[in-house]
């Protein structure tokens, strides 16, 4: 039976001592994919690893390690291999997985997916996607459900979405030079490129206001790299976040107390914003609040089966 991981100790095979092996263990990174899902941060503050040491490391995990992409198809095939653990409850297993599904934004996320392939105004042909996916929600069956709705062939839509995960914010920049690379290999193919969501794991690697200044300069950096492979390519890009409280809201009476993460940086860098909320009963409001080339406004929507939809009143 074929291991689910690479044990940290094939490393030696790569020029990685015994010694060094050792210390990473002694933090509990034990597998290769554990060093991919480390910053290069965490791993040189390890005691005796230096950054020579640590690029060494990464660069013999890289080597081991697959670019991190597959097509949803692909990917679709590996959950087959996802247990379940029962409840003891017939109807609160069926309740909870209908309910814990995905939020509004990865489901607006999953729509993208297959109506980026579909023909459009103006003569658009459709094309393929590339999905990034930060916080473990991408579901190929949801693919499946949606391709219902539009008639579309499951396996031709899953093999046009290429799909990986993130496990840093240096990793999610890593795996836009795959993208970048894959966009001129395949000129004109590429339609969409979907970050779900952008800055989940800035947040884990980068926390209080010490380093701050550190993560939103990363950001604008991976952002202004978005914007470079957008333009250079001709694919649009859809990013998605999360909205956090805001503590100074009461002092100025704002009506919505929440605002996104990610600060200017992330606002300026976005050409078009909307922002996701609850309506009444299953209904869902869209607000545009910042555009070039469109005013401010509201839509309704709804989540079906089949992904977002018209709400019914």
Not at 103 to 116: E, F, I, N, P, R
Not at 163 to 191: C, I, N, P, W
Request: charged share 25%.
């Amino acid at each position: 039976q074929e291991s689910f991981f690479q044990d940290i100790d094939l490393l030696q095979k790569h020029g990685i001592n015994v010694a060094d092996i050792k210390k990473l263990k002694s933090v509990g990174i034990c597998t290769v994919k554990g060093i991919q899902m480390t910053t290069r941060k965490a791993l040189c503050n390890i005691k005796g690893l230096s950054e020579a040491k640590v690029e060494k490391i990464k660069e013999a995990a890289g080597k081991m390690l697959s670019v991190g992409f597959q097509t949803a198809f692909e990917y679709s095939a590996k959950r087959k291999h996802v247990f379940h653990i029962t409840t003891g409850s017939q109807e609160f297993k069926l309740r909870s997985i209908h309910n814990f599904l995905l939020s509004w934004k990865t489901q607006l996320s999953h729509t993208l997916c297959v109506t980026a392939q579909l023909p459009g105004e103006d003569g658009y042909s459709g094309g393929k996607v590339i999905f990034i996916d930060t916080e473990h929600t991408f579901r190929p069956d949801r693919l499946r459900d949606i391709a219902d709705r539009f008639n579309v062939d499951h396996d031709a839509v899953l093999d046009n979405v290429l799909y990986a995960r993130a496990y840093t914010s240096e990793h999610q920049m890593e795996l836009l030079d795959f993208v970048a690379a894959k966009f001129h290999e395949e000129g004109g193919v590429f339609k969409l490129l979907i970050i779900d969501s952008i800055m989940a794991l800035f947040r884990v690697d980068f926390s209080g206001r010490g380093e701050l200044a550190e993560r939103q300069q990363k950001l604008a950096q991976m952002l202004s790299r978005l914007q470079k492979i957008s333009e250079e390519y001709n694919v649009a890009v859809f990013i998605t976040n999360q909205m956090t409280a805001d503590p100074g809201a009461g002092m100025t009476f704002q009506a919505d107390p929440k605002k996104p993460i990610g600060g200017h940086i992330l606002a300026h860098a976005s050409t078009t914003r909307i922002s996701l909320r609850k309506g009444r009963g299953e209904m869902r409001i869209a607000k545009i609040f910042d555009s070039p080339d469109m005013p401010e406004n509201e839509a309704t929507f709804a989540i079906s089966g089949g992904g977002v939809t018209d709400a019914k009143e």
